[in-house]
């Protein structure tokens, strides 16, 4: 099989929402970057909202440039931006389960 024939298979992730995701798996030509797998999922008419622009993407949990080089089985990523620090989201938490101290 010649190199131009080759093609690889990845999945596109992306949570709209705590809880929600939306995964496709694409078939893409072998060399083709993390950019052209977003663009073939469909994510950005299925989701309006959805700013690729501005959107970090990654791959397996990594954050990753856009011309990054995709392999076979990669987990492409599309990440929203945070509302809340995750450091004060914890506080937050915290605070709920442990009852106020009397003084």
Request: hydrophobic content about 40%; cysteine-free; proline content about 7%.
């Amino acid at each position: 099989m010649a190199s131009a024939e080759r093609s690889i298979r990845v999945s596109v992730a992306y949570s709209p929402r705590a809880g929600e995701v939306d995964e496709v798996l694409v078939d893409l030509p072998a060399g083709a970057t993390l950019i052209e797998a977003v663009r073939a999922s469909g994510m950005a008419q299925r989701h309006p909202t959805l700013d690729l622009a501005g959107a970090r993407l990654g791959v397996w949990g990594r954050v990753e440039t856009a011309s990054h080089p995709l392999r076979e089985r990669d987990r492409v990523e599309i990440y929203r931006p945070l509302l809340v620090d995750p450091k004060e989201a914890r506080r937050q938490r915290f605070r709920k389960t442990v009852p106020a101290r009397r003084r």
